[in-house]
């Protein structure tokens, strides 16, 4: 936030959660829209996604540090995705993201995920971290190369959801 907002207090989302009234059970996923102060905080109810196949889609979308609200770009992206599940994006030749999901591909050997991703995910930085993921260019022609992706975000953990690189329609 101090990106955008240098001069304003940083927000303490604990205290402003607290006054939430929080789901005790079930998955539910937290949207907090913010600009210099919380103006939004919804929780809706998480249902999984069964992802057995990917589309491989071009963009030209810009990489972003945090989660935008205006979505409009990635639904137009993923309305491509014909038959398959979800898609990969694929910006300047090289891999990013799912519409929904950080990526990671293993070669046998070890996982590696997108250098530039379109969003930075918390979980993936943390994976990064801790030597689980390295940061690679992953180009298309490179995909070959690898055996198996994962998608994962705050919602899905690394693993949870894995596909033979077969899986990944042109």
Known sequence: MMDYYPTYRIIDLSE???NTNFPIQ???KCRVVYDSE???IEYTSYLRREIHSLRLVETDMESHPYKMENRSELNAAFALRG???DIILVKNGCLTD???TNIAFFDGVKWFTPRIPLIYGVNRAELIEQGVLTEKDISLSGLVNFYRVSLFNAMNE???IELDVSSIWH
């Open 16 to 18: 402003s959660l607290y």
């Open 26 to 28: 079930g998955l539910y």
């Open 38 to 40: 919380i103006r939004e």
């Open 83 to 85: 038959e398959c599940d």
């Open 98 to 100: 799912t519409s929904f």
């Open 158 to 160: 690394f693993g949870t």
